[in-house]
């Protein structure tokens, strides 16, 4: 414990630090969670409710779901009537739009990964200085106390740096692949929507032509 107190400012700016990016991970993480939901489940509800030609509660069950694969289902239910060409880039700028919000803070994990080790490298660089300042004032009679406590502050400086870094790296990691993987399925439900309004026109459309 001697090292953590002697470790000054830069270790405490460093846990800091570290303590912020585990708090940025697990905010992103719990989101991820929240708006994970099954595509095919959803998808089937949605096509079942419009198959009975209720658009408005298929438009209700998506502003109800949270999450990107809802926000895109919503915004081609509300523009079915666009063309094919015209729908597709709707949904590519709201698909963008939906990453983009989820991907906001995850970029600070990164961010935070680079910065430790620097933190932790100008830590130990003041404890090194430190312990020659020590050295110095003390010459001939060297006591080794103050350079010890001074070169154990740049050692606990090193030591969370690299530990900081390496947790904002594998928190980094994990929600990066949690978001790759929420982005398929958004590339599939948009796939799965698109054939499906393809194959089933307007309920309206469906009305005139029965009558006909």
Same mark, same amino acid.
């Given at each position: 414990?001697?090292?953590?107190?002697?470790?000054?400012?830069?270790?405490?700016?460093?846990?800091?630090?570290?303590?912020?990016?585990?708090?940025?991970?697990?905010?992103?993480?719990?989101?991820?969670?929240?708006?994970?939901?099954?595509?095919?489940?959803?998808?089937?509800?949605?096509?079942?409710?419009?198959?009975?030609?209720?658009?408005?509660?298929?438009?209700?069950?998506?502003?109800?779901?949270?999450?990107?694969?809802?926000?895109?289902?919503?915004?081609?239910?509300?523009h079915r009537?666009?063309?094919?060409?015209?729908?597709? =880039?709707i949904?590519?700028?709201?698909?963008?739009?939906?990453?983009?919000?989820?991907?906001?803070?995850?970029?600070?994990l990164?961010?935070?990964?680079?910065?430790?080790?620097?933190?932790g490298?100008?830590?130990?660089?003041?404890?090194?200085?430190?312990?020659?300042?020590?050295?110095?004032?003390?010459?001939?009679?060297?006591q080794p106390?103050?350079?010890?406590?001074?070169?154990?502050?740049?050692?606990?400086?090193?030591?969370?740096?690299?530990?900081?870094?390496?947790?904002?790296?594998?928190?980094?990691?994990?929600?990066?692949?949690?978001?790759?993987?929420?982005?398929?399925?958004?590339?599939?439900c948009?796939?799965?929507?698109?054939?499906?309004?393809?194959?089933?026109?307007?309920? =309206? =459309?469906?009305?005139?032509?029965?009558?006909?």
């Amino acid at each position: 414990m001697s090292m953590v107190w002697e470790g000054g400012i830069c270790f405490w700016a460093t846990v800091a630090l570290t303590v912020a990016a585990a708090i940025v991970f697990l905010d992103r993480l719990l989101r991820l969670r929240k708006i994970a939901i099954d595509p095919q489940d959803f998808l089937q509800g949605v096509f079942n409710v419009l198959d009975k030609g209720q658009t408005d509660e298929a438009q209700a069950i998506c502003d109800e779901t949270p999450g990107p694969l809802a926000a895109l289902v919503a915004e081609a239910i509300a523009h079915r009537e666009s063309d094919e060409r015209h729908l597709r =880039e709707i949904l590519a700028t709201t698909a963008h739009a939906e990453l983009s919000r989820l991907e906001r803070r995850t970029m600070l994990l990164s961010l935070f990964a680079q910065i430790l080790p620097l933190f932790g490298l100008i830590g130990a660089f003041v404890g090194g200085y430190a312990a020659l300042t020590a050295i110095d004032a003390a010459a001939p009679l060297v006591q080794p106390g103050a350079a010890v406590r001074a070169a154990a502050g740049a050692l606990s400086c090193a030591i969370a740096g690299l530990i900081g870094a390496c947790l904002c790296y594998a928190g980094h990691y994990v929600l990066v692949s949690k978001t790759d993987a929420l982005s398929l399925h958004m590339d599939s439900c948009v796939a799965l929507t698109l054939d499906y309004l393809a194959r089933n026109p307007e309920p =309206e =459309e469906a009305e005139h032509g029965a009558e006909a």
